[in-house]
């Protein structure tokens, strides 16, 4: 049992201020946590995600990267979210470039605990992506490419996610590197969500996600092809679907 401080009871407290038991059946059906599915033995307070944000503004100042391990242990899924929403605002209101690696390596040693789509979804862009994006090495393809290929559901979906951070700065490759990576995944949670990064790209640049779907879209699973092609006209889709382009 982790020994928590005054400060991390504190948090804990104020989450549970704003929790309902109502809200926490619903969560709980909602990011499927029975047995066998991807959110399998997920605890939730039941907590509406406003008012996790009200929570960890108020604490993040005061919190120190012990504190939010700690509060990343905690099986409990507002905790976890809340810690996450905490190292974000402090990686957002870093200057140091050495304090912005630090705390993008203590979250992917910590994935672990960002364990549902959510979590991922919140936080992955924001801190790893911007990191990445920011400093543009090698190295850090290299740790996309191997998150992309890990059997742990939420490293791929990670990686993914931070590839948004490139997509809305106008840099695609990144996205469309994984997204090869990609085609053949089992799961239907990265279908979506390689789909959903296809269609950001679109958004942007049509022409380029077109030129990766006239590539690929053959081959790729019907639920990713559907995300990446939701904003084409009618008679597009259908084009894509019935595999006429």
């Known amino acids: ?4 401080s005054e400060f991390v009871k504190e948090i804990i407290s104020d989450l549970k201020k ?6 926490a059946k619903v969560l709980k059906s909602f990011f499927k946590t029975g047995e066998g599915h991807y959110g399998e033995g997920d605890v939730f ?7 996790v944000r009200v929570v960890a503004k108020s604490h993040f100042a005061k919190a120190a990267l012990s504190d939010i391990h700690n509060l990343l242990d905690i099986n409990l899924h507002e905790v976890r979210l809340c810690a996450l929403l905490m190292l974000i605002q402090k990686y957002q209101i870093s200057v140091s470039l050495d304090e912005k690696k630090e ?3 203590f979250y992917l040693s910590h994935t672990k605990a960002v364990n549902n789509w959510d979590l991922v979804d919140l936080s992955a862009e924001k801190i790893v992506g911007q990191y990445f994006f920011e400093t543009n090495t090698v190295c850090n393809n290299h740790k996309l490419t191997k998150f992309a290929s890990s059997n742990y559901i939420w490293d791929r ?8 951070a490139f997509i809305k700065n106008n840099s695609f490759d990144e996205t469309f590197r994984l997204a090869k990576m990609l085609l053949d995944d089992k799961h239907d949670l ?3 969500c390689v789909g959903w990064m296809l269609r950001e790209v679109g958004k942007r640049d049509q022409a380029a996600e077109e030129e990766f779907l006239r590539a690929h879209y053959k081959k790729m699973p019907r639920t990713m092809l559907r995300y990446a092609i939701e904003r084409f006209s009618p008679s597009k889709r259908k084009a ?3 595999g006429r382009i």
């Open 45 to 51: 307070l039941g907590c509406y995600v406003p008012d």
């Open 1 to 4: 049992m982790i020994n928590l």
């Open 190 to 192: 990265m279908h979506k």
């Open 240 to 242: 894509y679907l019935e």
């Open 157 to 164: 979906r990670i990686a993914v996610l931070a590839t948004f």
């Open 18 to 23: 704003v929790s309902s038991k109502k809200q």
């Open 103 to 105: 705390f993008c390596d």
